[in-house]
């Protein structure tokens, strides 16, 4: 978002820059003072601006998947997540299995509670001083639409995470010694008051926008947006009809606009491709490094040790192995690979011999298990440019299809993977990859940064949150009409009858299995398990590794120590309830 701006940096206090001791670190390389940045119409959208930066923290990020995507019934821990550190980034398993999950955890407090409140209170400073600034009558309401939806943003996933918080409407400077905590309520009366100011004030298209902010800021808020966030706001809130009016529009009157599903899922994770129809928001990270302030990193976390197979070296086509995070037994159930392109389009099975300096030989022993390999006898099994490695979530049970010549290179299936109750075996390195932000253009095999966006906000999301709303309103066909509008995009060639889902399947349950196939590792599965109250009931039925240590209370996240130790009305301001 914004490329070539780089904002003035508001140093500002975790609560809203008032009860936690530690502040950000300031750094204003033009020397100009707050004051003076808000009293002009350059420097007020360089506010602006400022205010979007915050969801860099958390989208694309290490942290940001171990906050939003994991402690769910898809996801666990890899290898390496727990037992190194990648890039100087030591991992959080607790935020994975919920065991020793605390008050101090570094990501909870540093990339979730922080960040949001730091824009919270940039935006607070911005619109107490957009009336002062020099907008034209036009950029005023879009600029203040901006400034709401961001603030709307904000206390949406502290309210998701945290529950009831303090609720600051004007900027602060300083420190303020208390805070007091509103009701779930009293925030969501707010974020939706914000956001319906949004959607009555914001352009359709960045074409549209007012100067000084122009139609190539690409990473910008736009109406389409802004309602289909009102969507998860509206359905969060238990405001189900007006959530499914907002998915309805969403989902149909922007057509005009070019705002459809992408036709082929996979084409959505393209590099080359990521400007499409579907992206309704999107973190803006630039080819150019030295912009982003951090990059996107999740190219890594998803990833297998590929790099220490038979034929294979470490390269930038095959990505980082970041070995953080695979896929439950119970995600991978869910795909029909046979009708469904969503799992080929969103995981990597195959992997092909780039090294021939490691090419293994057929041995004796293998010999001696199948006497059809005898004339290949101490002969390369493969050759670059073949396959070496293959992961499936498939049974391969027969040893003699393991050893064909079909099956020469190295397999993990399945049951290499898990037992039959979905707990892990063996090694936790091997296994189908999510291949979403895998990032080909990276200079160099260990470059760590990508400048793949990173989606928050997507049709195919936003069509499924039609289907939830209408399940809640009770209305099945509806339901399955939605869902089905993403099953026909997903469907295999021949295959779209065998897609398509009846009024009778829809159930909640269903809709977040749907979920779960089309939108795995978008950093939403947390808060749809959280939204729907099935967070500790679907852990426990699904994530072995954190089936027993999950508890209710995990529902919401802890506050941090830091600003509970801060404030001076300690009695008033508590922790949440089991931390």
């Known amino acids: 978002m914004y490329k070539k701006i780089r904002p003035l940096t508001f140093a500002v206090l975790a609560l809203a820059a008032s009860a936690c001791q530690e502040q950000l670190e300031e750094f204003n390389p033009s020397g100009a003072t707050a004051e003076a940045v808000f009293t002009t119409p350059e420097g007020f959208e360089t506010a602006i601006t400022g205010a979007y930066t915050y969801n860099r923290t958390i989208y694309g990020k290490e942290s940001g998947y171990a906050l939003l995507e994991m402690g769910t019934d898809i996801w666990t821990n890899a290898e390496s997540n727990g037992a190194t550190a990648v890039a100087g980034v030591s991992p959080q398993p607790p935020l994975v299995n ?3 999950l605390n008050t101090d955890n570094l990501w909870v407090r540093n990339n979730l509670w922080q960040p949001c409140y730091a824009g919270i209170n940039l935006v607070n400073q911005a ?5 002062t600034a020099g907008l034209s009558t036009a950029r005023r309401a879009s600029a203040e639409a901006e400034l709401r939806f961001m603030r709307a943003w904000y206390y949406y996933h502290l309210v998701e995470s945290f529950g009831p ?3 600051r409407l004007e900027p602060t400077s300083g420190v303020v010694a208390t805070a007091t905590r509103a009701s779930v309520e009293e925030v969501y009366a707010q ?6 100011f949004a959607v009555a004030n914001l352009p359709v298209t960045l074409a549209q926008y007012p100067a000084p902010a122009t139609a190539t800021d690409y990473g910008r808020i736009t109406r389409p947006a802004a309602e289909a966030f009102a969507a998860k706001a509206y359905l969060s809130s238990g405001q189900y009809q007006k959530a499914a009016n907002f998915a309805r529009k969403v989902t149909t009157a922007y057509t005009g606009q070019g705002i459809r599903l992408v036709a082929n899922y996979a084409d959505l994770w393209n590099i080359t491709n990521q400007r499409n129809s579907e992206v309704l928001w999107a973190v803006n990270y630039s080819t150019n490094l030295t912009f982003n302030a951090g990059s996107n990193t999740a190219h890594q976390w998803f990833l297998m040790k590929y790099d220490d197979q038979p034929g294979m070296t470490r390269d930038v086509a095959n990505g980082l192995p970041g070995v953080r995070y695979m896929p439950t037994r119970f995600l991978l159930n869910l795909y029909n690979e046979q009708n469904d392109a969503r799992y080929l389009g969103s995981f990597k099975q195959a992997w092909i011999a780039n090294n021939a300096a490691n090419i293994p030989r057929w041995s004796a022993a293998e010999v001696a298990q199948n006497a059809a390999l005898a004339p290949l006898l101490n002969q390369p099994k493969f ?3 073949d396959t070496a490695v293959f992961t499936t979530k498939r049974s391969i049970d027969d040893f003699q299809q ?33 291949r979403k932000f895998d990032d080909p253009t990276r200079a160099t095999a260990t470059v760590t940064e990508s400048s793949r966006d990173a989606f928050m906000l997507r049709l195919g999301d936003i069509v499924l949150i039609g289907a939830e709303a209408q399940v809640r309103l009770g209305k099945a066909d509806s339901a399955a009409y939605y869902v089905n509008l993403v099953r026909t995009r997903a469907a295999l060639p021949g295959r779209t009858n065998a897609m398509q889902v009846t009024a009778s399947q829809m159930t909640l349950d269903f809709v977040l299995d749907e979920r779960a196939r089309e939108l795995a590792g978008e950093q939403v599965r947390w808060l749809d398990l959280k939204r729907t109250g099935k967070l500790a009931e679907r852990v426990r039925l699904y994530n072995p590794d954190a089936r027993t240590s999950i508890q209710d209370f995990h529902a919401l996240r802890p506050i941090p120590q830091s600003d509970l130790d801060a404030v001076t009305n300690k009695a008033e301001f508590l922790q949440n309830p089991g931390y």
């Open 383 to 385: 050759t670059v440019g």
């Open 191 to 196: 974020i939706l008051t914000d956001v319906d």
């Open 402 to 434: 393991r050893y064909t010549r079909r099956y020469r290179y190295k397999v993990y299936d399945i049951d290499d993977l898990y037992n039959a109750n979905g707990s892990l075996k063996g090694e936790r390195r091997y296994y189908p990859s999510l």
């Open 165 to 167: 918080v303090p609720l």
């Open 98 to 100: 919920y065991q020793g």
């Open 127 to 131: 619109l107490q001083t957009i009336n």
